[in-house]
């Protein structure tokens, strides 16, 4: 199996950017399609973007779109989320995620990191 560890979460202004990273072991990342999910406080778990095995094929929510860019280093075994001109309704635990199931998941998920913490001040 894989293990998946994120990097990158941190306080930022509203309109600022940060770019999260989760690190693959165990398991060569190309095997699986990728994800990434957030949730808030006080709500569910919602999936972010999502990423096919070879990258070619990707996924936002609408919310995101135009602003967040998901991304692969196969050869690296890390998946990237690259958040831009982000919102305080941003905030949130965002977690990588991996699945079997492809080339694309919108929903099942078979292993998932520990989260990293997204703050953005308004």
């Known amino acids: 199996q894989v293990q998946l560890v994120e990097s990158g979460g941190g306080l930022v202004q509203a309109g600022g950017s940060l770019r999260l990273s989760c690190a693959a072991s165990?398991?060569?990342?190309?095997?699986?399609?990728m994800g990434w999910f957030r949730q808030a406080p006080g709500k569910e778990r919602e999936i972010v973007a999502a990423?096919?095995?070879?990258?070619?094929?990707?996924y936002y929510t609408d919310s995101v779109k135009g602003r967040f860019t998901i991304s692969r280093d196969n050869a690296k075994n890390t998946l990237y989320l690259q958040m831009n001109s982000l919102k305080p309704e941003d905030t949130a635990v965002y977690y990588c995620a991996a699945s079997v199931r492809g080339p694309l998941s919108l929903d099942v998920y078979d292993y998932w990191g520990q989260g990293s913490r997204v703050t953005v001040s308004s």
């Open positions: 165990g398991r060569t990342l190309s095997s699986y399609a």
């Open positions: 990423i096919s095995w070879g990258g070619g094929r990707t």
